[in-house]
């Protein structure tokens, strides 16, 4: 196969002759992915040491602990610097339905019919309604209430989701229904949307508030087992957790906004691509796993993100993450042959047949072809060689085909996106100001699996390779080097004098009426939750993300003005890191 432009593939276990200097940083960078759970530990740029074990979804701190273990083989713990841990557990939890039931308690008010919308199980619309000022139009009705904490108790559900239409601008009577189902059933636990979320659009509230309520359970106990696996050897770090926006947040946090770590493992990705370029080229991130593909993209320096949040259960949520599309098609999919053509995936049957799997895979085909450069190529072979017969072809002919239906596939996927991504404003203004159309520089492959693709699939897009030899554990590397990500909505008030966040609840007295006090008082509120949350240091990296003022007209008079600010730490590197070293 043709290899050209790209760096090539080098075994990524090694330490440093003479060792670390005092005073240098050292990261460790955890991935677990649906096959398996890769780690490395690494400073100054360079991978110190690398370690992969396969995932257990029964048991992903199983996983986590194994690798965790490896690396700090020679490694007293004291000297960890960061620890990040990217994880598909809120992910699994969601796709398998196995997170905890809830029950969930409405407040629309006027203008939406939640009845035929069959939104979710065990929902309970009441009376109530607050404007988009957030003011009280309606009032609860108590006895309403307290029928529908009988319902709850009867059904054994012990979790309740509570979310008001602009409960963000005025949360009291999402309290209220706090109060009066837990003065009958003190033991149900109670999340409350203005907590979760406090963006505007209720549907995606409600949908982040309902699986923040699914997942809490179990993100809290999967907290608890990385935290005094970390304590017990000896780093003293705070533990992060990688987000869907390619950020981390420190462990503790994550409790209270567990769906923040959806597509953790996807965002780790698009973090490895990143750390792996740190220039200002646009690339396509392509991370073959064993079972999927993920697909990103890097757009002049900076990861796209997904402007309608990210999605869960099919709906769009106030997550914020990058802009990702996962294929069923991996370097282990099971290849067969149907009597009428190829067929690869969507199922994984094990490993690739030439590191002991039971059947062929794709990274069987590439292994074939490059002389067993991967695996064992009698096994390789074996494996081809039965499908070869039936299709009625040369192992060869087969391999062949199998790699040119992969880079088919992915091509094709890659496309697709790009229609996709076109629908984003950062994509739409980008091509806006530079008066052109996208057109990638490169393709960043990450995983193992990459360097047996992305060549020839950045040959047929008409760009350049890149397979680096840290490709292989970059998902790690990305987890490592991550800083810390916060962004707020700041909505104020001018006739009320009021203004709101849509983090933690907070709200206040606003007397400024120009809009440049509202921006203002955006980044101070961002500067002290940073500091509250340990990340401080980043928080003069903020760019704004919303700006729009409205005017209150009430006769032929202004009365006032709405102002909606948006501000971000947008994702990045942590300070220390200054690029890889080959």
Excluded at 190 to 197: A, H, K, L, T
Excluded at 251 to 279: H, I, K, N, Q, W
Excluded at 386 to 401: D, F, S
Aim: glycine share 10%.
């Amino acid at each position: 196969m043709k290899i050209q432009g790209i760096i090539r593939l080098q075994k990524v276990v090694f330490f440093h002759k003479g060792g670390l200097k005092k005073g240098d940083y050292m990261l460790i960078g955890i991935d677990v992915g649906g096959t398996f759970t890769d780690g490395v530990l690494c400073s100054q740029g360079r991978i110190l040491k690398s370690a992969k074990h396969p995932t257990r979804e029964d048991a992903l701190e199983h996983s986590i602990f194994r690798v965790l273990d490896e690396l700090l083989q020679d490694i007293k713990g004291e000297r960890i610097t960061q620890i990040v841990f990217s994880t598909t557990l809120v992910t699994n939890l969601l796709a398998t339905g196995k997170g905890e039931p809830v029950a969930l308690v409405l407040i629309p008010g006027p203008g939406l019919n939640l009845q035929e919308l069959n939104f979710f199980p065990s929902a309970y619309i009441v009376r109530g309604a607050t404007d988009f000022r957030g003011r009280i139009t309606e009032p609860l009705e108590q006895a309403e209430i307290e029928e529908v904490g009988r319902s709850i108790e009867a059904a054994g559900l012990q979790k309740v989701a509570v979310v008001g239409k602009f409960s963000q601008r005025n949360s009291s009577q999402e309290i209220q229904v706090e109060e009066i189902i837990k003065e009958k059933h003190p033991h149900l636990e109670i999340y409350r949307g203005f907590e979760v979320s406090g963006q505007l659009n209720f549907l995606r509230r409600v949908v982040t508030t309902y699986y923040t309520a699914v997942t809490g359970e179990r993100w809290a106990g999967f907290a608890a087992d990385i935290q005094k696996a970390v304590h017990e050897r000896g780093i003293s770090s705070v533990p992060q957790i990688l987000k869907a926006d390619g950020g981390t947040m420190p462990l503790d946090v994550s409790l209270r906004y567990p769906c923040e770590t959806v597509f953790s493992g996807p965002a780790a990705s698009v973090m490895g691509a990143f750390a792996l370029t740190l220039d200002q080229q646009t690339s396509v991130v392509v991370d073959i796993g064993g079972t999927t593909t993920d697909l990103a993209l890097i757009l002049a320096g900076g990861p796209l993100y997904a402007s309608r949040g990210a999605v869960m259960g099919d709906h769009y949520s106030h997550v914020r993450s990058f802009a990702l599309q996962t294929m069923p098609l991996g370097g282990d999919s099971a290849v067969r042959w149907t009597g009428q053509g190829l067929a690869i995936g969507p199922d994984r049957l094990g490993p690739a047949a030439c590191f002991d799997g039971p059947e062929a895979t794709p990274t069987d085909a590439f292994n074939f072809l490059e002389g067993g450069r991967l695996g064992q190529l009698s096994l390789s072979e074996r494996a081809l060689e039965k499908i070869a017969r039936e299709a009625g072809l040369t192992v060869r002919e087969l391999a062949e085909m199998i790699v040119q239906e992969v880079n088919s596939r992915l091509e094709a996927g890659i496309r697709d996106m790009f229609k996709s991504w076109e629908q984003e404003p950062a994509y739409r203004i980008w091509e806006i100001v530079h008066k052109r159309q996208v057109v990638p520089d490169r393709v960043v492959g990450i995983g193992a699996a990459a360097e047996a693709f992305v060549p020839a699939l950045a040959d047929s897009l008409g760009c350049q390779a890149l397979v680096h030899h840290y490709s292989p554990v970059a998902n790690a590397l990305g987890a490592a080097v991550a800083r810390p990500t916060l962004s707020l909505l700041l909505h104020a008030d001018t006739e009320q004098q009021t203004y709101a966040l849509n983090l933690e609840g907070i709200a206040g007295e606003f007397k400024d009426t120009q809009f440049a006090g509202a921006k203002e008082l955006a980044r101070e509120q961002l500067q002290k939750i940073a500091e509250r949350r340990g990340i401080g240091r980043y928080a003069d990296r903020y760019e704004y993300f919303l700006e729009e003022q409205f005017n209150m007209i009430r006769g032929w008079s202004t009365v006032g003005k709405l102002f909606d600010v948006g501000i971000q730490i947008a994702a990045g590197v942590i300070d220390e890191f200054e690029g890889v070293q080959s």
